[in-house]
């Protein structure tokens, strides 16, 4: 298979399984005023969902990335895409929060398999100058997918009931693995397994990736935007909800103005790229970020927390792919570990950022939350432009892989 035309069809079915995934992640973030209803409880102990749900991804990413490299990583992709349809459809017929909490981190253990390898499959077939771009066009789909789940979560909470949402994703899933089963059985060079003999090594493996000082950096920061980003978005409709006096349906639709940042930058990556250069992307990302944040934090009007909300995600999506781009090149040789490390880096993130956010929800409310959040992603942009910088200088002549 030629590296420079990857098939159409698979980037398709992998930007369907990322919708999904990405869906199913952020389904409750609107709904949890409607779930605290339901289940009589807190809104920091319903959140609990979104935390379990981000430690089973980051956590089983250490299992997928090897798994991807020994099996095929769309082989992987797929059967993992049909599991999550389980913890979908049980979180759909749970009547109580210990069992909500449950199909949730079920969820969340099969889904991790979807967006890290899919990166990697990217990384192994596209060259590095067309990479980005390429990344930036798969992964609108798991923006949509951020979309829809936000905005369906409140609106079907508002509507059908919450637990029409999780049968919708229970729909989804069954749907992209199977077309992309179907697709790997009449084309199985799309995915050849690259170790072909031998037990999967999954801590060595792991280790080779953490010695090298370039990947212990990118790491460290993808934790660093989890733990803000991630962790303040849970609770930003909730803000929007309890500050503005709007309903749910209509907190999850300006929340997810971030995504549609997210697909602005899909469309405008080629030119975005190539004007503002790696360093820019990460400098203006934390900017927009800073910007976009407070703003929701301090709005009084619905108008400008959509804009907040639009420009947070903006600036989200130029910083993440930057950091995404450097990702598939931190070790080539074994790109499916590589990318599932650096997505359990970023969703391990999420999980301690949401149980911070609900500590400080309790100790100083949502909008000192939101507002700490933009501080924080400012100066982790400036940092990592400033580091993309130091390693252009370190080796100003090198051409990745």
Not at 26 to 39: E, G, H, K, W, Y
Not at 92 to 107: G, H, V
């Amino acid at each position: 298979m030629s590296r420079s035309a990857p098939p159409r069809l698979v980037i398709l079915l992998l930007a369907l399984a990322g919708f999904a995934s990405m869906a199913s992640m952020r389904v409750t973030d609107a709904m949890l005023p409607a779930l605290s209803q339901a289940f009589a409880r807190p809104l920091a102990d319903v959140a609990q969902n979104i935390t379990l749900f981000a430690i089973a991804y980051g956590v089983l990413q250490l299992c997928y990335g090897p798994l991807g490299d020994r099996f095929g990583t769309l082989r992987v992709i797929g059967l993992a895409t049909l599991a999550c349809a389980v913890g979908a459809l049980g979180s759909a017929l749970a009547d109580s929060l210990p069992a909500l909490l449950l199909f949730r981190t079920l969820n969340g253990a099969t889904a991790a398999a979807i967006i890290p390898l899919s990166m990697a499959w990217v990384g192994d077939n596209v060259p590095y100058e067309r990479r980005q771009v390429a990344l930036a066009h798969m992964l609108s789909g798991a923006v949509m997918g951020l979309i829809s789940g936000q905005v369906a979560g409140g609106f079907l909470a508002d509507t059908l009931g919450w637990p029409a949402a999780f049968g919708l994703l229970t729909l989804l899933f069954l749907v992209a693995g199977s077309l992309l089963l179907v697709t790997l059985r009449q084309r199985p060079e799309l995915s050849p397994a690259k170790v072909a003999q031998g037990r999967i090594a999954f801590f060595s493996r792991i280790r080779e990736v953490l010695l090298i000082a370039r990947a212990r950096r990118i790491l460290a920061l993808v934790f660093l935007e989890g733990i803000a980003a991630f962790g303040a978005l849970a609770f930003a409709a909730s803000h929007l909800y309890e500050r503005l006096g709007v309903s749910l349906t209509q907190a999850g639709l300006m929340i997810a103005l971030f995504g549609v940042g997210g697909l602005v930058f899909a469309a405008l990556a080629r030119p975005l790229v190539a004007r503002l250069g790696e360093s820019g992307l990460a400098a203006g990302g934390g900017v927009l970020m800073g910007l976009g944040f407070c703003l929701l934090a301090l709005a009084t009007q619905a108008l400008a927390a959509t804009a907040g909300a639009f420009c947070a995600g903006l600036g989200f999506y130029m910083m993440h792919s930057t950091l995404q781009i450097n990702a598939t090149q931190m070790a080539p040789a074994m790109r499916g570990t590589a990318m599932a490390v650096f997505a359990g880096c970023l969703f391990l993130g999420q999980s301690v950022g949401v149980s911070l956010g609900g500590l400080l929800l309790r100790l100083t409310g949502s909008l000192w939350l939101l507002v700490g959040t933009g501080c924080w992603l400012l100066a982790l942009g400036l940092a990592f432009a400033w580091l993309l910088r130091q390693w252009h200088v370190e080796q100003p002549n090198a051409v990745p892989s």
